[in-house]
């Protein structure tokens, strides 16, 4: 069987999978709609969160991105794992125990203010909406990759699947399919590498393959993988630092935050049955997003490794050290029709050169043999996951595989925002400010609408992108970390800090955050607009706009601060609540 | 965590016979301490060992990789997942202390168990 039928039939069988489950596990109520009935064991709830966390971004792009920029790529793995710390320690155990629906309406009730609920409505839009764009666009892409569909077809049926199992079983829906999603995706993640490993360091498992020796010389892997691209004229893989320490230090921070901050990840919390349970699932959560992350630097090691040997094939300079373009292995054409790699040969010897022309001493070397630029004029960081399978030589079944995880971490994880958008819709808005007289079976009605719309906005973006949809998923973590992240600290851990704080809080910290964006990035993200520049001399202390979301948070903080002090304290049974939150219950039995 | 909290065995039964009333203020407190010291070692691990001092830690190698690369890469992941597993132990101590601290007769604690 061809790659091509094997991907129709593997996608086709996790496709209805998701259907089945999503007729199975239709919403009676509100609190299966809003939180799955509240009763979903710990180990499945952490599951279910690790598929929702992880999207197309960490299965796709991100041991590409590492591939890349080495030892630097670490802010994506310490910062998108510690957040779950922070998740664990400071927030899904205090806001389980509130025990309501979404993340507004604690901020709400715990700031006594509509306006506060309102104001995190909107944080909340913002960060899910700007995350969901990336993920329906991935969704669309990989069908049109795979499948040979064009992106709208494939965003059509992407929506339709979501649309079955989101808006029938709402939460409870999106759990089950999480689960069988996370599944899907690890297995496909895993697969592969084990086998790059085995092939690279003779290692099955590649987080040991990582620290191992490579098999043809016995060198260290990453000892070898420094010398390959160094001779290149590239940076050494494992110091090479992301702009500078200092925003390295603030990039983890604003990931580290930012995912604490994600509405999407706190509502999977409230779908356990108790406290206990809420801060157990963040452990097994964490332990299932591990075993893709520790996982992604081998790959991106091996990958790396592997790519730049395939064309640089022996001794830096001399000309049989580069391979002919009719030698090249089968995978390099196929990527190269779907516009992720492309070469050009510049200086017409048939042979391929890849090199870093921008480092200027290697480049006069690289002159002297003959070079006339770096001939690898594109490499997607997708490649470096899409293309292993065939690098290594597998079966045409595990590069379906791999088509059908990156469809599963697309999806799952816009299933989740789709509901966090929706359930703030109609729980918050309609039913919290607007109507709050509706019965529990319109306010179902209202939240399965509010999920319609909600899907045919994402759908609708996804095919038309706006300018600021290149920024999403970086930019969606540095909104999260300088709004939603420090009112919820500020409402468990600090009683002093009253309605007027946490509003000028949230308003201050995603204001000046967003305000930083777009002096670099161009307001909504349209570079002519931008009047600042995206270069290094405008940071601020060298900070990038991803960054930024950590500075925000500490503006945040600090306003509301000084706002509460200067403004009506707290009220006492608000105080009460805060208090009421803080202890575990007791049985009343 | 104090240090005779750590003396204290982990299982549940035997808290329940040897506990002395313990205040909310008392609970928060040690939540509290709990919660900044397993913080410290979240910073350590990852900031410390994976940013600040990451050249020096380098000089140590663990398989073929520097110790500081490693730790960026790999350790941090795994402490903090080690991290949550053992909050969650000292949490349900500590809850489980407070709980037989404050019902007369009966010990068992829901743990925040919703009755709806």
Redesign the interface.
């Known amino acids: 069987m061809d790659v091509k039928t094997w991907t129709y039939l593997i996608v086709g069988f996790t496709f209805a999978l998701y259907i089945g489950i999503a007729i199975w596990s239709r919403a009676k109520s509100t609190?299966e709609f809003y939180v799955a009935g509240?009763n979903i064991s710990p180990l499945s709830n952490g599951m279910a969160t690790a598929a929702d966390w992880m999207s197309a971004a960490s299965f796709l792009s991100m041991a590409g991105i590492?591939a890349f920029s080495g030892?630097g790529g670490?802010v994506f793995?310490?910062g998108w794992?510690?957040g779950?710390?922070l998740l664990?320690?400071?927030v899904a155990?205090y806001l389980?125990?509130y025990?309501k629906f979404t993340v507004p309406e604690f901020i709400g009730e715990r700031f006594y203010s509509k306006t506060a609920r309102l104001v995190a409505v909107l944080c909340l839009i913002l960060v899910s909406v700007t995350y969901v764009i990336g993920q329906m666009r991935g969704v669309g892409i990989a069908f049109s990759r795979f499948l040979e569909t064009d992106i709208t077809t494939g965003l059509l049926v992407g929506m339709g699947i979501v649309f079955f199992y989101a808006v029938l079983g709402g939460m409870k829906g999106i759990t089950y399919t999480q689960i069988a999603q996370y599944v899907v995706l690890i297995f496909a993640f895993t697969v592969p590498a084990i086998f790059i490993s085995l092939e690279l360091t003779g290692n099955p498992i590649p987080?040991?393959g990582?620290?191992?020796?490579y098999k043809e010389d016995g060198?260290?892997?990453?000892?070898k993988l420094d010398t390959v691209i160094t001779d290149l004229g590239f940076g050494q893989y494992?110091?090479a630092v992301m702009g500078s320490?200092l925003n390295?230090?603030a990039f983890?921070?604003s990931l580290m935050i930012g995912t604490a901050g994600l509405p999407h990840v706190i509502i999977r919390f409230f779908t356990v049955?108790?406290?206990?349970?809420a801060?157990?699932s963040?452990?097994w959560a964490?332990?299932f997003i591990?075993i893709l992350?520790?996982t992604a630097?081998a790959v991106a090691a091996m990958a790396r490794l592997n790519f730049t040997k395939t064309v640089q094939t022996d001794k830096v300079g001399e000309v049989s050290g580069n391979i002919e373009i009719t030698k090249l292995p089968d995978w390099f054409d196929k990527w190269e029709n779907t516009g992720l790699l492309k070469y050009e040969d510049k200086n017409g010897d048939g042979r391929i050169q890849y090199y870093n022309d921008s480092n200027k001493e290697f480049s006069d070397v690289a002159a002297g043999y003959g070079w006339k630029g770096n001939e690898m004029v594109k490499i997607d960081n997708d490649i470096m996951v899409l293309a292993n399978p065939e690098i290594a030589d597998l079966p045409g079944w595990v590069i379906a595989l791999v088509v059908a995880g990156g469809l599963a971490a697309a999806l799952s994880t816009a299933a989740g925002l789709l509901l966090a958008i929706s359930s703030s819709v109609s729980h918050d808005l309609l039913k919290g400010i607007v109507m709050p007289n509706i019965s529990d079976r319109q306010e179902l009605n209202a939240g399965r609408a509010s999920m319609i719309g909600a899907i045919a906005l994402a759908g609708y973006l996804g095919i038309n992108p706006p300018d600021f949809a290149a920024g999403t998923v970086a930019m969606a973590f540095g909104l999260a970390a300088s709004s939603i992240f420090p009112v919820l600290i500020m409402g468990i851990f600090m009683k002093k800090i009253n309605r007027e704080g946490a509003i000028a809080g949230m308003v201050a910290g995603i204001g000046v955050t967003l305000l930083y964006v777009f002096q670099h990035h161009g307001v909504m993200f349209i570079a002519s607009t931008s009047y600042l520049g995206d270069m290094q001399e405008n940071w601020f202390f060298g900070i990038t706009p991803k960054a930024f979301g950590a500075v925000g948070a500490i503006v945040n903080f600090v306003v509301a601060y000084i706002v509460s002090k200067v403004t009506k304290e707290t009220p006492k049974e608000v105080q009460e609540l805060v208090?009421d939150i803080?202890?575990?219950?007791?049985?009343?039995? | 965590m104090n240090k005779k909290e750590k003396d204290i065995p982990l299982q549940d039964t035997s808290l329940h016979s040897e506990n002395e009333p313990m205040t909310k203020e008392q609970y928060w407190k040690k939540n509290i301490s709990c919660v900044l010291i397993l913080l410290s070692v979240w910073f350590i691990v990852s900031y410390g060992c994976g940013i600040l001092f990451v050249e020096t830690l380098n000089q140590i190698k663990i398989g073929g990789a520097g110790f500081g690369f490693w730790m960026a890469q790999q350790g941090s992941i795994y402490v903090f997942v080690a991290l949550i597993f053992i909050y969650v132990r000292l949490m349900n101590k500590l809850e489980n202390q407070y709980a037989a601290s404050h019902s007369n007769h009966n010990e068992t604690l829901t743990d925040g168990e919703e009755n709806s």
Do not use: C, H, N, W
Request: charged letters at 25%.
């Open positions: 609190k509240g590492i030892y670490s793995l310490m794992t510690g779950y710390v664990a320690f400071l155990p389980r125990k025990g987080q040991l990582l620290i191992g020796d060198t260290p892997l990453l000892q494992t110091s320490k390295m230090f983890t921070l049955k108790k406290v206990s349970d801060r157990l963040a452990g964490l332990v591990a992350y520790t630097p208090d803080r202890l575990p219950k007791l049985d009343e039995a």
